[in-house]
C-alpha cells in the first residue's frame, strides 16, 4: 500500500515563506512522478509543480514560477516544495501526488496520479 504524507503547511504573512515536505512509502521512489498540486474551497485540485520521470526536469505553473522551487531527495522518497513570496492567492490545501506510468502531457492533470497524500493547508494572511 503507497502511502504520501505531506508535512508543512501553516499560517505565514503575505511575503513569507514555507517549505512543504511529502514523503512516500513507495518503491521505486527514483523513477516517479511526482507533483504538488492545491485546491481552492469548492475548485478542482490544480497543478503547482512537479518532477517527471523520464527527464528528472521540474515543470511549474506561471503563476509559481520564480516563487516556487520542487526538489527530491530520492534517499528519502522526499519530495519538498519550497514556496517564498507567498501571496494571499497561494492560501490552499496542498497535496502531493505521485505516479509510475504517466507520459509527460499528463503531468499537470490530477486524475492521471495513481497516489496522493492527505493535505496540508497552507494560509497567507495578507
Known amino acids: 500500500q503507497v502511502q504520501l504524507v505531506e508535512s508543512g503547511g501553516g499560517l505565514v504573512q503575505a511575503g513569507g515563506s514555507l517549505r512543504l515536505s511529502c514523503v512516500a512509502s513507495v518503491r521505486s521512489f527514483s523513477t516517479s512522478s511526482v507533483g504538488w498540486f492545491r485546491q481552492y474551497p469548492g475548485k478542482e485540485r490544480e497543478f503547482v509543480a512537479g518532477f517527471f520521470r523520464n527527464n528528472g526536469r521540474t515543470y511549474y505553473d506561471d503563476s509559481v514560477k520564480g516563487r516556487f522551487t520542487i526538489s527530491r531527495d530520492n534517499a528519502k522518497n522526499s519530495v519538498f516544495l519550497q514556496m517564498n513570496s507567498l501571496k494571499p492567492e497561494d492560501t490552499a490545501v496542498y497535496y502531493c501526488?505521485?505516479?509510475?506510468?504517466?507520459?509527460?502531457?499528463?503531468?499537470?492533470?490530477?486524475?492521471?496520479?495513481?497516489?496522493w497524500g492527505q493535505g496540508t493547508q497552507v494560509t497567507v494572511s495578507s
Open positions: 501526488a505521485l505516479d509510475q506510468r504517466l507520459i509527460l502531457s499528463s503531468l499537470r492533470l490530477p486524475a492521471q496520479y495513481d497516489y
